[in-house]
Nanobody, 113 residues
Framework: QVQLVESGGGLVQAGGSLRLSCAAS??????MGWYRQAPGKQRELVAD???????SYADSVKGRFTISRDNAKNTVYLQMNSLKPEDTAVYYC?????????WGQGTQVTVSS
């Protein structure tokens, strides 16, 4: 069973930065990404990245967040800068593993104003 383990969440003041990491227990040959879910809202895509490094971002995070990937470590990262209170959410790692969608357990990011 492939697992995704996230780390790096926490509490930060507005304008601050955090870096999330997500390590997969097996090689992921397809897209990996980050989603987030705020209280009372639907889960939404934040950013994703193909194995070749092609990226896409939600409009709300463009220019502030950067997704990257280390294929040798089966790990995807999300560097979050200029954080805003509206970025507060549980952030979930996601991977397309041989056609199946795999989710991590989530990590809380809280941005105080």
């Amino acid at each position: 069973q492939v697992q995704l383990v996230e780390s790096g969440g926490g509490l930060v003041q507005a304008g601050g930065s955090l870096r999330l990491s997500c390590a997969a227990s097996a090689t992921i040959f397809r897209t990996m990404g980050w989603y987030r879910q705020a209280p009372g809202k639907q889960r939404e895509l934040v950013a994703d990245i193909t194995r070749g490094g092609a990226t896409s971002y939600a409009d709300s995070v463009k220019g502030r967040f950067t997704i990257s990937r280390d294929n040798a470590k089966n790990t995807v990262y999300l560097q979050m800068n200029s954080l805003k209170p509206e970025d507060t959410a549980v952030y979930y790692c996601n991977a397309d593993y041989i056609g199946r969608t795999i989710w991590g357990q989530g990590t809380q990011v809280t941005v105080s104003s």
